[in-house]
């Protein structure tokens, strides 16, 4: 993998001041750091909308020479996130993939990193939140995902997912654009603010179809809960089957009002 030219100067004194690097983490921590001033957001501008109408194994490749082992992929086994592996399998194996593991996954979650494992060679790092489930339910008084996913999320993922990112410049993501309104907003290429990280789409033009048509033809290991009517599968507490008819993520959190972890959220 290449190393990446990168321009390093704060985009203001008012963001400066604002948070320290270590509090900003990802990027601002970075060696060298990464800061999005004027001229990186105008390249991250100017690529994405390069990259709209390209493949997204090349919008992949981009990354990797953009951002070498700066670059990182987050992923939770999906359907999209196994494509996207498959595929840097192919393009730059050495990419650095985690999982961010709640301690609430199901167990055929899990088996599919044994499953890349023996496919591609590739490791997958668990990356765990400080207290394990059973220290979490104590401290909460139980669990957390009954009376507040929100804050169970964030403790278990967002967290996680900030500490995974420290000294990273970018981020790949497997989310598409028809998968929900806020997803539909998402950029190919833009400035990740919650993680302070370049984050990348590579499947946001992609659909469910072209997925799962990847997936058959190519013999992707995927999760065997699909098969079950579990469309989009998350941490046990908080996924259930679909019904026919209903949307294709109307089995998380179901009850609440909750539609997102927060990971991609644009809040
Ligand atoms: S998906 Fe559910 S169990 Fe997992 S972190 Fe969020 S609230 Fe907690």
Same mark, same amino acid.
């Given at each position: ?9 704060? =985009? ?6 604002? *948070?320290? %690097?270590? $509090?900003?983490?990802?990027? #601002? !921590? ?15 501008? =100017? ?6 109408? *390209?493949? %997204?194994? $090349?919008?992949?490749?981009? #990354? !990797? ?23 840097? *399998? ?178």
């Amino acid at each position: 993998m290449s190393t990446l030219p990168t321009t390093t100067v704060p =985009e203001s004194a008012t963001q400066r001041a604002a *948070a320290s %690097p270590d $509090e900003l983490g990802g990027s #601002a !921590v970075a060696n060298p750091p990464l800061f999005p001033t004027a001229e990186l957001l105008a390249e991250l501008q =100017e690529q994405s909308q390069r990259l709209e109408t *390209a493949q %997204p194994i $090349e919008i992949l490749q981009w #990354a !990797v020479e953009r951002f070498g082992d700066y670059f990182t992929m987050a992923t939770a086994f999906g359907p999209e996130g196994m494509v996207l592996i498959h595929w840097l *399998a192919k393009i730059a194996p050495k990419t650095s993939i985690f999982n961010l593991d709640t301690g609430y996954q199901f167990p055929e979650t899990l088996e599919l990193r044994d499953k890349i494992q023996r496919k591609y060679g590739i490791e997958v790092e668990l990356k765990k939140p400080e207290l394990t489930v059973v220290e979490f339910e104590q401290k909460h008084g139980g669990p957390l995902y009954k009376s507040d996913p929100n804050l169970c999320c964030f403790e278990r993922k967002i967290k996680v997912l900030r500490q995974a990112a420290r000294g990273k410049h970018a981020w790949s993501s497997a989310i598409r654009r028809d998968q929900s309104n806020d997803r539909a907003q998402a950029a190919i290429v833009e400035w990740d603010k919650k993680f302070h990280l370049v984050k990348i789409s590579p499947l946001a033009n992609w659909t469910k179809k072209q997925v799962w048509g990847l997936i058959m033809k190519e013999s992707i290991p995927y999760n065997p809960l699909h098969d079950q009517g579990y469309t989009s599968i998350g941490c046990w507490p908080c996924t259930r089957a679909v019904l026919a008819g209903e949307d294709e993520r109307a089995g998380r959190w179901s009850g609440f009002a909750k539609t997102e972890c927060g990971l991609h959220s644009r809040d």
